[in-house]
């Protein structure tokens, strides 16, 4: 069995693929790609067991046909190494020893029978529906929610993106308890209705994998989905439980509205910050109708750090606290020139959002606030 390809085409999608795989796993197999030849077509497969990855690429100079598993992590970091240009890969399917070579160098590689490794079995069972979505917006979706999925083993099913598929649009959530993000996108018309939690690691295979796709294919049913593009399918197993009532924790009656620049806000949360306490992270605001005032302190450490930005409030002064880390996350992932906050009084969540949404999207990150002593 032999081809001829690009090392170039072949290190993309053997990277790609290698996001899948983990760093350890309880069978050595899946240290492993499996490899398969069909006519012109290769495909390269990984997986974690929970989720397989397989990229699709066309090689010329074919002959026979089969499959083989080949050590993940040697092949991307020699591929990786090789000059971009043609490489001939030959497999002696008795001696199952993989060949590559090109006009100056010549590598070999111990390989193992393809029918050694595990196949994915996807459960089939429930409703299963069919949709498509421009890459896009998917990723838009989930660059917006991916930093508030919660990492704390006891929440399990905050681990993950909740996504709703109504006819009309998507709605993207994820919570940790002390932020959550609900972005809602209309640009894209399902035409079906689901539910599905996705893991972290799904979600950053998608972001990582699909960047260049043009459109995402997905077909999914309660416990898992199959994505497909025109260069990757990827099958993935979803979280499964109640998601909590996004809706209902965000609040409705804010009325005091704080409108400020985010990169000036940002930057001075970021200088302010390095002087927080380390274990609380507490930045203390007092908000007036033309100013923010910024303060933090470590008592322990013998300092403490002022600053103040210019902005305009609805309400006559307003005192509150936030975790510096948590609000530097949202004015990062916000985009636009202006930030809108939406207060109640200091012991209520802010309700964020960008100055100017992004036509039919509706973006929305709630701060729970921190408790403020004396200012």
Do not use: W
């Amino acid at each position: 069995m032999k081809f001829n390809v690009s090392s170039k085409a072949l290190y993309n999608a053997a990277s790609a693929v290698s996001k899948v795989i983990n760093s350890k796993n309880a069978l050595s197999i899946l240290d492993n790609f499996l490899v398969r030849l069909e006519g012109n077509i290769l495909t390269i497969t990984g997986s974690d067991m929970e989720n397989a990855l397989t990229a699709r690429l066309e090689v010329t100079g074919t002959s026979g046909e089969g499959s083989f598993c080949i050590a993940a992590r040697r092949f991307v970091e020699l591929l990786k190494e090789l000059p971009d240009q043609g490489v001939k890969v030959n497999i002696d399917e008795e001696s199952l020893e993989v060949q590559l070579s090109y006009a100056s160098g010549h590598y070999s590689f111990g390989a193992l029978q393809g029918d050694q490794y595990p196949q994915f079995q996807a459960d089939a069972s429930g409703e299963t529906i069919q949709f498509s979505i421009a890459t896009e917006q998917m990723l838009t979706g989930l660059d917006n929610t991916m930093f508030a999925v919660s990492t704390d083993e006891y929440r399990q099913i905050m681990q993950g993106v909740n996504i709703d598929i109504a006819p009309d649009s998507i709605t993207f959530v994820a919570t940790d308890t002390r932020k959550l993000v609900r972005y809602i996108d209309r640009r894209t018309a399902p035409g079906v209705t689901g539910h599905c939690i996705l893991p972290s690691k799904p979600s950053n295979v998608i972001k990582n994998v699909f960047a260049k796709e043009e459109t995402l294919n997905i077909t999914m049913n309660s416990r898992n989905a199959v994505i497909e593009s025109d260069r990757f399918t990827f099958q993935c197993t979803f979280l499964n439980g109640n998601y909590p009532d996004y809706n209902r924790v965000i609040p409705r009656d804010n009325n005091k509205v704080l409108t400020v620049d985010r990169v000036s806000l940002l930057n001075a949360v970021r200088r302010v910050g390095i002087f927080v306490e380390v274990d609380g992270g507490l930045e203390k605001f007092r908000i007036t109708p033309d100013s923010i005032l910024i303060k933090s302190n470590d008592p322990s450490l013998c300092t403490s750090a002022r600053e103040q930005v210019p902005c305009s409030f609805t309400g006559s002064e307003l005192t509150i606290g936030f975790s510096a880390n948590y609000l530097m996350e949202i004015l990062t992932t916000l985009k636009g020139s202006d930030v809108i906050v939406n207060l109640g009084d200091a012991g209520r969540p802010g309700v964020f959002c960008p100055g100017e949404q992004t036509e039919n999207t509706d973006l929305v990150m709630l701060l729970m606030p921190m408790t403020v002593g004396d200012f």
